[in-house]
């Protein structure tokens, strides 16, 4: 087994490259649809400047279009090189969906990005129109393909272990689409990254209307996004709620993470809104809670409870027993003894193989493990508490910070009072990173919540690494970021460098710095 410090590398370094790509991803995401209005719109009306706002914010689109890309690409090689014993007990599951986005949706989304660009002077208004939206769909579908390949190590259904293959293989492609963690995850994340979009044009129009140029154009497009931010910032608070229901249900471990909740209280269990969780001692302090809360958003209920991490813990410290029963029936079915009683007992405890491999950190022999190593090994299953609930907490700080943003842009839109108030206008701006930091604080939750697991309950992530030398890890730890710093720095360049010309930099003459030249 490779040692702890080699798979801190290898996390380490995926979560450097997938919180840099989750940088780009939300604003493709949520620009592509903000395209799709200002375009219907001009088809609709007819109206050239809708046109000037379509290719306009869809130049910033492309630029960001194609640093996503970019980025998004080093991490298919790395469940690969970086994580080879992951892709080959879990490739037969997870990589259906990594193929399907990588033939379907990202081909679609590529060939017709091409053709919004290409295409204006080339084909007729509505298919130029149905190119823009195929564009948003192709997007929005590779996000799809990739949340449930991520859904199904969060909540891995429609599949099972075959212990002839030693690998992970699907039972249930169907029950693998249609895994109510992919479901949510992704109606949450898409609504979040059309924030994330809605949030930007906001900013950058209220930038245009504090220094009065380009009016007619900054005023559209502040109403557009504010709808559609408005819109999806309540979608975003709505699936939220679903998501933390569906956790009670199938990642019990992480929401007691989330909430710090130590031990099962009575029901309905109060919401934690702030605390120093210690971790050593199970223990809250300084904590502020809000009744019955909690219970109502993981059960919908006011009698059952949310089961704490103690009792979580002991739950798990009895399926690692039970996954040493089904490690020696393994060995036994390895060893050539395949007969109806073994097959029939190791099917019946094999859900419960990974915890046993959990033992595999402090004991050469899972069957030989003492009482000691058993309860290190299920202490290892409650990850660190104090890095989610902060995360979590910060997550929803932007949300609500987000839908005032929103509301207020949305009331002014309604009462024909855009670019009136000034103090709007500058908020509207310096909140651009709001969204951002909401996305990656939840991708953030999600992943380090399912830790210790590379696959929730089946593969421990100390298992998934590849044996790959420190020095290697290190050489690309250090040339990942820098490569990417490099590419985020030349986005911020060429993103800030267009924004400040404004709809001039289309060069069509009816813009600010064309005029005053």
């Known amino acids: 087994m490779l040692s702890e410090h080699l798979v801190d590398l290898s996390r380490l370094q995926f979560a450097a490259v997938a919180l840099f790509h989750f940088l780009f991803v939300p604003l493709t995401l949520g620009m592509s649809f903000m395209l799709v ?7 609709l009306t007819n109206k050239p400047i809708y046109k000037d706002m379509t290719q306009f914010w869809g130049k910033l689109f492309g630029i960001n279009f194609a640093m996503g890309v970019a980025t998004g690409l080093t991490m298919e090689f790395e469940f690969g090189m970086n994580w080879a014993y992951y892709s080959h007990y879990a490739g037969s ?6 193929a399907i986005e990588g033939m379907m949706a990202f081909f679609l989304e590529s ?26 769909i192709g997007t929005n579908l590779s996000a799809l393909w990739i949340l449930v390949g991520n859904a199904w190590m969060q909540n891995p259904v429609g599949s099972e272990f075959n212990w002839q293959t030693m690998r992970m293989e699907v039972t249930s492609f169907s029950e693998v ?12 994340t898409v609504a979040a990254c059309y924030c994330v979009g809605a949030l930007f044009v906001l900013g950058v129009s209220s ?3 504090l220094r009065k140029r380009d009016l007619a154009f900054a005023k559209r497009s502040f109403a557009i996004a504010a709808t559609f931010g408005m819109v999806s910032v309540i979608s975003v608070i709505m699936l939220g709620d679903e998501s933390g229901y569906t956790l009670g249900d199938v990642q019990q471990t992480k929401l007691a993470a989330i909430e710090a909740e130590w031990h099962t209280e009575p029901a309905p269990a109060a919401f934690t809104l702030a605390a120093l969780p210690d ?36 739950e798990h410290e009895q399926r690692i027993r039970s996954g040493i029963a089904a490690y020696a029936l393994l060995k036994k079915l390895r060893a050539g003894d395949d007969s109806m009683q073994t097959l029939t007992e190791f099917n019946r405890i094999k859900d419960d193989l990974g915890y046993g491999l959990l033992l595999k950190k402090y004991t050469a022999e899972v069957t030989d493990a003492s009482e000691s190593q058993i309860k290190a090994a299920a202490r290892d299953t409650i990850p660190r508490v104090a890095p989610i609930f902060w995360s979590f907490r910060i997550m929803v700080g932007c949300g609500i910070a987000m839908f005032i943003i929103f509301a207020l842009a949305f009331y002014v ?11 709007l206008l500058k908020t509207c701006l310096l909140a651009m990173p709001l969204p951002w930091i909401a996305a990656e604080c939840g991708w953030f939750v999600a992943e380090y919540g399912r830790q210790p697991w590379s696959i929730s309950g089946v593969l421990p992530t100390i298992f998934s690494a590849s044996s790959l030398s420190p020095g290697d890890l290190w050489f690309s730890l250090i040339t990942i970021p820098l490569v990417y710093s490099l590419l985020f720095m030349v986005e911020i360049y060429l993103m800030c ?6 709809p001039s930099s289309m060069h069509t003459g009816r813009y600010h710095f064309e005029q005053t030249a």
């Open 37 to 43: 209005i200002m375009e219907s719109i001009y088809v």
């Open 177 to 188: 689409i249609l895994n109510p963690v992919a479901q949510v995850k992704f109606l949450h």
């Open 497 to 502: 460098r267009f924004a400040r010309r404004g």
């Open 279 to 314: 971790q050593q001692a199970m223990t809250d302090n300084y904590a502020i809670r809000i009744p019955y809360l909690l219970g109502i958003i993981a059960t919908r209920s006011l009698d059952k409870q949310v089961t704490g991490l103690t009792e979580l813990m002991q």
């Open 93 to 98: 599951v997870f990589g259906a969906p990594l």
């Open 111 to 136: 060939t017709f990005v091409g053709m919004f660009f290409f295409g204006w002077d080339r084909m007729s208004k509505r298919a130029h129109l149905a190119c823009t939206w195929l564009t948003a």
């Open 413 to 423: 839109t309604l009462k024909r009072k855009i670019g009136q108030h000034s103090w």
């Open 207 to 209: 930038y245009y209307l």
